[in-house]
């Protein structure tokens, strides 16, 4: 089954303690991003990748890193977690010729930061 | 982007056709018309694209008007898993850069009784 899967799903975690979401996508696709939604906000780009080892800043990149070594995995990681990185995080994919069309989304993540 | 209007909500009675209107009365020439969906705090799913004729998929229908300042999503028979967020949005269709970034306005809560 194609899919997007992100983990873990829910995690609550203390300010500064470092911390990685995983999303890993089956479709072989060369486009991968992560985004934060919060209420009122909307969907939010935090980083993309156009191919392995090809990542870059969306509009909220502060605060994250990324790496793409793989085709296939797209990691975010919070090197010093904030409180205000409390949010819904969605990793998405889909093929470098599509634009907007057919993006595919994973579950999402709910982070807690206290 | 072109800018899109949406009624905030809709209801539809399960089993029912839903209709779902979105005005893009200053779209371009070279803009196509997207939906997504969101069911409630789950990832963002593709539902169909369209450029000036009607496209129908598995999912659901597409009317774009002949002016193109208008269309309407149809979901033939809806049902109470699809209730959710519906989000029209009108982008050019090439690929390349920030193009890949999904932005929602405010979108239309359909909700499906039973």
């Known amino acids: 089954e194609a899919q997007v899967t992100q983990n873990p799903r829910y995690l609550i975690t203390v300010t500064g303690k470092k911390l990685t979401v995983t999303c890993s996508q089956n479709m072989n696709h060369e486009y991968m991003s992560w985004y934060r939604q919060d209420p009122g906000l909307g969907l939010r780009q935090i980083y993309y990748s156009m191919n392995v080892e090809v990542t870059d800043k969306g509009d909220v990149p502060e605060g994250y890193k990324v790496s793409r070594k793989e085709k296939r995995n797209f990691p975010l990681i919070l090197e010093s977690p904030s409180p205000n990185q409390t949010s819904l995080y969605f990793c998405a994919s889909s093929f470098s010729d599509r634009g907007i069309y057919e993006q595919y989304f994973g579950p999402g993540t709910r982070l807690t930061v206290t | 982007d072109a800018k899109t209007t949406q009624p905030p909500s809709m209801d539809c009675a399960e089993g029912r056709a839903a209709n779902l209107p979105c005005n893009h009365s200053t779209i371009s020439g070279n803009e196509y018309v997207y939906w997504y969906r969101q069911i409630h705090s789950q990832g963002p799913q593709y539902i169909i694209h369209?450029?000036?004729n009607n496209e129908t998929n598995e999912m659901a229908s597409l009317i774009i008007t002949e002016d193109r300042k208008s269309s309407t999503l149809i979901l033939p028979h809806a049902t109470l898993r699809d209730t959710a967020v519906y989000y029209c949005?009108?982008?050019?269709?090439?690929?390349?850069?920030?193009?890949?970034?999904?932005?929602f306005g405010k979108g239309t809560l359909l909700t499906v009784n039973p």
């Open positions: 949005i009108v982008r050019v269709g090439r690929s390349g850069g920030s193009n890949y970034k999904l932005t």
């Open positions: 369209g450029l000036k």
